[in-house]
């Protein structure tokens, strides 16, 4: 089945320094993935929609040059967080859609990575 | 614009309980309806879908029944397992978007 992959998958940094995420689809080619960020008990907050080949699509409320997305090739889309504060540390997770094969019930399934937890300190 | 609300946790159930996650949805059109399910320090992870009404989504002992006259999509389990101890989320998609409820907690004691 469709396999997306996050790395790292925890990282630790010192405020003010910047931290890539990476967010790999495995074994399909994805033209959109989407970032999410998850507080602790708390549900997914839509960040951002990455576009392969175009600039991605922010939430309302979300910084654009905070949170850098570059969507380079089909199978990899990357989201850096620049300048990073204590209260940026959260879950990150992405997730992708195979473009080539769907979901035969015309579903918008999505496979999600494993998450990256960021703790600034 | 399109919303979910799930019934809130904590959920703590003994092994071999039934099982009942409340979800009830809002939008335009005809959504498509899920259930992911996060276990602990993992991403989500798909548990079940319904694309139309009355439609079942099962998986793992797990059913969800897509009803538009009610706009649900209740969990249910006729008997969990400690294995099963997790977040459950809710979801809706469009054309556009995954929309996600807020999660329930469910912890299943032996």
């Known amino acids: 089945g469709a396999v997306v992959s996050q790395h790292p998958s925890w990282v630790i940094c010192k405020s003010g320094t910047s931290v890539k995420i990476e967010c790999r689809s495995l074994d399909f080619q994805a033209t959109t993935m989407f970032w999410y960020r998850q507080f602790p008990k708390q549900s997914l907050m839509l960040m951002a929609t990455s576009n392969e080949g175009s600039k991605a699509t922010y939430e309302q409320g979300v910084e654009k040059d905070k949170f850098l997305i570059n969507h380079a090739s089909l199978t990899l889309s990357t989201l850096t967080v620049t300048s990073a504060h204590p209260e940026d540390s959260s879950f990150y997770i992405c997730s992708a859609r195979d473009v080539e094969t769907g979901d035969s019930s015309g579903a918008n399934v999505l496979t999600f990575g494993a998450g990256s937890r960021l703790t600034v300190l | 614009g399109d919303s979910v609300t799930q019934m809130e946790g904590p959920v703590t159930l003994s092994e071999e309980a039934f099982l009942t996650i409340n979800c009830t949805y809002t939008?335009?059109?005809?959504?498509?309806l899920f259930w992911y399910v996060q276990y602990p320090g993992e991403g989500l992870q798909l548990l079940l879908k319904a694309t139309k009404a009355d439609d079942k989504g099962s998986n793992k002992g797990f059913e969800a029944t897509y009803r538009k006259e009610t706009t649900s999509f209740h969990l249910e389990k006729g008997s969990v397992q400690v294995s099963d101890s997790a977040v459950y989320f809710c979801a809706l998609s469009t054309a556009r978007q995954l929309t996600f409820g807020s999660g329930t907690q469910l912890t299943v004691l032996p």
């Open positions: 939008a335009t059109g005809y959504p498509s």
